[in-house]
């Protein structure tokens, strides 16, 4: 039988300096909270080569030594771990045996890991949950084996092994559901963040008329869909710019290699783009913003995650702009704290930018602040204290 008060949370993240990591840490903080002391065990080598990381009283970052090179053999030993996870096993195993927890808590872990620690904790008497947050389709191109192995590995864990673990921190609305329906003792937290600071919500004018300024923040990759907004915005700003579309996080040259425009042509069209830069760059982005844009195809892996920018835009109050496909954006309530559409064509995101054009700055900044008021009630972190110690005694 583990330590009643130690928690091993295991999973691919580090530091909370990204999304994995700071959905991570925000749980732990609530198990810390009610009383448990957590080790991060770190499935991904530290930046600083450092080992172990006692990044805050009762929390420890436990990073797996750097295991492979870049030849050919220590590529092709990595790729075998990814799939059966023989050398992170070896080292979860150790920091179980060296830490003692009562429970282990796995982050959307493939596929190995879950079925051998289902097992192995079963037999010490260990309490196993699994926290999950995404769901793959299967990928149409696959560049590399992963692309192949990673969708159907994490499909046949959430169908065959979580329900044997019965125990599931979901992510979304739909995970919540499918694991209910599974029997499981499910406890539902979206991204969640500390909200304990008032903010200020006020309109920024970047010109001296009248323009309303949207943000994406991130890098579309094959989730987020950018380029039909932007088409939009060509079409509304083609006199002169009443939209404002301000871009981070996608790789400068790529964005106007797809465009086949040049920078000029595309700031003519109310849409600047930045590129890559630092996380309190883009806060800056987003003070100024009076919606986020978060457009995906209507397909499986947008309901059953959760855009952590999602949550974050509205806890800063920022209203969300975004498509029905049936995931995080059914929390929110049309023209009272985010705007939704039904689909992301063109035509339909011009009709629905000419409707909120329509809208008065006092209009505006009332669905900012319904977004920051149903922020406060979904995504703060003291929201799921009660809720978390409820999960733990059902375990």
């Given at each position: 039988?583990?330590?009643?008060n130690?928690?091993?949370?295991?999973?691919?993240f580090?530091?909370?300096?990204?999304?994995?990591?700071?959905?991570?840490?925000?749980?732990?903080?609530l198990?810390?909270?009610?009383?448990?002391?957590?080790?991060?065990?770190?499935?991904?080598?530290?930046?600083?080569?450092?080992?172990?990381?006692?990044?805050?009283?009762?929390?420890?970052?436990?990073?797996?030594?750097?295991?492979?090179?870049?030849t050919?053999?220590?590529?092709?030993?990595?790729?075998?771990?990814?799939?059966?996870?023989?050398?992170?096993?070896?080292?979860?195993?150790?920091?179980?045996?060296?830490?003692?927890?009562?429970?282990?808590?796995?982050?959307?872990?493939?596929?190995?890991?879950?079925?051998?620690?289902n097992?192995?904790?079963?037999?010490?008497?260990?309490?196993?949950?699994?926290?999950?947050?995404?769901?793959?389709?299967?990928?149409?191109?696959?560049?590399?084996?992963?692309?192949?192995f990673?969708?159907?590995?994490?499909?046949?864990?959430?169908?065959?092994v979580?329900?044997?673990?019965?125990?599931?921190?979901?992510?979304s609305?739909?995970?919540?559901?499918?694991?209910?329906?599974?029997?499981?003792?499910?406890?539902?937290?979206?991204?969640?963040?500390?909200?304990?600071?008032?903010?200020?919500?006020a309109?920024?004018?970047?010109?001296?008329?009248?323009?309303?300024?949207?943000?994406?923040?991130?890098?579309?990759?094959?989730?987020?869909?950018?380029?039909?907004?932007?088409?939009?915005?060509?079409?509304?700003?083609?006199?002169?710019?009443?939209?404002?579309?301000?871009?981070?996080?996608?790789?400068?040259?790529?964005?106007?290699?797809?465009f086949?425009?040049s920078?000029?042509?595309?700031?003519?069209?109310?849409?600047?783009?930045?590129?890559?830069?630092?996380?309190?760059?883009v806060?800056?982005?987003?003070?100024?913003?009076?919606?986020?844009?978060?457009?995906?195809?209507?397909?499986?892996?947008?309901?059953?995650?959760?855009?952590?920018?999602?949550?974050?835009?509205?806890?800063?109050?920022?209203?969300?702009?975004?498509?029905?496909?049936?995931?995080?954006?059914?929390?929110?309530?049309?023209?009272?704290?985010?705007?939704?559409?039904?689909?992301?064509?063109?035509?339909?995101?011009?009709?629905?930018?000419?409707?909120?054009?329509?809208?008065?700055?006092?209009?505006?900044?009332?669905?900012?602040?319904?977004?920051?008021?149903?922020?406060?009630?979904?995504?703060?972190?003291?929201?799921?204290?009660?809720?978390?110690?409820?999960?733990?005694?059902?375990?």
């Amino acid at each position: 039988m583990g330590n009643n008060n130690r928690v091993l949370y295991i999973g691919q993240f580090g530091l909370p300096n990204d999304a994995a990591s700071i959905r991570v840490y925000n749980n732990a903080k609530l198990l810390s909270e009610i009383g448990y002391e957590v080790y991060f065990a770190c499935l991904q080598s530290c930046v600083s080569n450092a080992e172990i990381i006692e990044y805050e009283p009762s929390l420890r970052y436990l990073f797996i030594p750097k295991q492979y090179n870049l030849t050919f053999l220590g590529k092709i030993r990595a790729t075998l771990d990814l799939l059966i996870a023989q050398d992170r096993l070896r080292w979860i195993k150790k920091l179980i045996n060296e830490i003692s927890p009562s429970i282990v808590i796995l982050y959307n872990d493939l596929f190995c890991i879950s079925l051998f620690l289902n097992w192995y904790c079963g037999r010490k008497g260990i309490k196993i949950v699994s926290d999950v947050t995404e769901w793959y389709e299967k990928r149409k191109v696959k560049k590399n084996i992963a692309d192949y192995f990673v969708p159907f590995l994490t499909d046949k864990r959430i169908r065959f092994v979580d329900p044997k673990i019965g125990n599931i921190i979901a992510i979304s609305p739909y995970l919540t559901d499918f694991y209910i329906r599974k029997g499981c003792n499910v406890l539902s937290i979206p991204p969640v963040f500390d909200l304990s600071a008032e903010i200020e919500i006020a309109k920024y004018n970047y010109y001296d008329s009248r323009v309303i300024n949207f943000l994406y923040a991130g890098s579309p990759g094959a989730k987020d869909l950018i380029e039909p907004f932007v088409r939009a915005l060509m079409e509304i700003n083609s006199s002169e710019i009443k939209i404002r579309l301000d871009i981070v996080g996608i790789d400068y040259n790529f964005f106007l290699n797809s465009f086949r425009l040049s920078s000029e042509e595309l700031e003519h069209c109310g849409v600047f783009v930045h590129g890559r830069i630092p996380h309190d760059r883009v806060f800056e982005y987003l003070k100024k913003s009076d919606f986020s844009v978060l457009l995906r195809n209507n397909l499986r892996y947008a309901k059953a995650g959760f855009s952590t920018k999602f949550a974050e835009c509205m806890s800063n109050g920022v209203a969300m702009f975004a498509n029905k496909v049936g995931g995080a954006e059914s929390l929110i309530t049309n023209y009272r704290d985010g705007i939704v559409i039904k689909e992301c064509t063109v035509k339909d995101i011009v009709s629905e930018l000419q409707l909120i054009l329509e809208l008065s700055d006092h209009d505006i900044l009332a669905i900012r602040k319904g977004a920051r008021k149903k922020a406060l009630e979904l995504f703060s972190r003291d929201t799921y204290k009660q809720k978390m110690q409820q999960f733990i005694t059902k375990i």
